[in-house]
């Protein structure tokens, strides 16, 4: 029996709750994501509910810029114009896919 206790999801202006409830029962997940134009930076976005009544992990950190990740050259296929500077972009978001 989960006693009763419940948690609720709390937005900071920079994510939003995308689960259907803000209030969730011990053993549920509540989902969030970053508000348009802002990169997920860090914690969490899947957060379930402890028997504490407190969500576990961290709440989400979302920022203006992504970030950044180390690519390994060797697994990108070298083009002089576009690597003139060993540098490569990522474009990694669910609408490039």
Do not use: W
Request: glycine share 10%.
């Amino acid at each position: 029996s989960s006693g009763g206790k419940e948690c609720t999801a709390q937005n900071d202006g920079t994510f939003t709750r995308t689960s259907p409830s803000a209030t969730v029962n011990v053993g549920q997940v509540i989902t969030f994501a970053c508000k348009p134009y802002l990169y997920h930076v860090g914690g969490d976005l899947q957060r379930a509910c402890s028997y504490t009544g407190q969500l576990l992990g961290a709440a989400p950190v979302c920022g203006a810029t992504p970030k950044p990740v180390d690519v390994r050259l060797d697994r990108v296929r070298r083009r002089l114009q576009t690597l003139a500077k060993n540098l490569a972009f990522v474009i990694d978001y669910d609408g490039y896919r």
